[in-house]
């Protein structure tokens, strides 16, 4: 099993240290298309964290459950209003099992990468196939790798820049790997949170979903629904699991 980098510190201080990711205009988009998705079913969510986008899709009467590895992110779940009400199962999201039938499987903010082999990652796929129903969905939010911003020669790329907030990605190439360093001032002290990540491509990804029986049914560059393109730094992508109707038509003799 993978080990979670995340501690209580983080927990604790969640929604400070990532405030952009609570803002209404990206959390309002988000459950509204996640809520559509679902279609009224259930879903799970892949990487729950701290609620952060479980909290208020429950509180909008979707049924949702959650795997997640870090402990700490859990409680900080719990101690908040309605966390209570969101079963979560503590293990990798890319073996742990809670059982079948749901009509959305969701996995958010770059949170694949947290995977750092391949098989993982593939995995994963597979785990969120064994949980749709026939019919269900397995959604992706991701980044799309920024290599030709780097300049010849060169591995590091600087992603945040603020007065209390620098950030930055070391790219290992021939590993597919990614070192992202974070440097807050938090309550007048300087804290440092690194994490390796595999860095993967939209296409990578649609391979891995078709190992897993998973067609590519939708892909955007953002929680609106813009199209995806070569210029997007990000994508949303959703996969579908064959219907039995899917499958009663391939079999015909006219399918």
């Known amino acids: 099993m993978a080990e979670s980098l995340f501690d ?12 952009h990711l609570f803002a209404p205009e990206v959390v309002g988009p988000t459950l509204d298309c996640l809520c559509e998705l679902a279609r009224g079913g259930a879903c799970l969510e892949f990487g729950i964290g ?13 049924r949702v ?10 409680q900080r779940l719990r101690a908040q209003p309605g966390g209570a009400d969101v079963p979560v199962t503590i293990g990798d999201f890319a073996t742990t099992s809670v059982g079948g039938g749901f009509s959305l499987v ?3 903010r770059n949170t694949i990468t947290n ?12 785990n969120a196939a064994d949980h749709l129903a026939p019919g269900g969905l397995f959604l992706i939010e991701n980044y799309v790798p920024q290599l030709q911003r780097l300049p010849p020669g060169e591995t590091v790329r600087v992603f945040a820049a603020e007065p209390d907030h620098l950030a930055f990605e070391d790219y290992d190439l021939a590993a597919q790997i990614a070192v992202s360093t974070h440097y807050w001032v938090i309550e007048g002290e300087l804290r440092t949170f690194s994490s390796p990540h595999r860095y993967v491509w939209p296409h990578e990804l649609d391979l891995m979903a078709k190992l897993a029986g998973l067609t590519l049914h939708h892909r955007w560059s953002d929680w609106h629904r ?3 393109t070569s210029d ?24």
């Not at 209580?8 to 405030?19: F, G, I, N, T």
């Not at 459950?65 to 859990?74: F, P």
């Not at 997007?232 to 992508?237: F, L």
Request: charge should be negative; charged fraction near 20%.
């Open 226 to 228: 813009h199209a995806f």
């Open 106 to 108: 969701y996995l958010l």
């Open 50 to 62: 701290t609620g952060r986008i479980a909290l208020p899709l429950n509180q909008r009467g979707v």
């Open 65 to 74: 459950q959650g795997i997640e590895l870090a402990q700490s992110m859990v």
């Open 8 to 19: 209580d510190w983080v927990a604790e201080r969640y929604e400070q240290l990532w405030p």
């Open 115 to 126: 995977l750092t082999t391949q098989d993982e990652q593939v995995a994963c796929f597979r």
């Open 232 to 255: 997007s730094p990000s994508h949303i992508t959703v996969w579908r699991k064959p219907s039995e109707l899917d499958e009663s038509i391939s079999r015909s003799p006219l399918g």
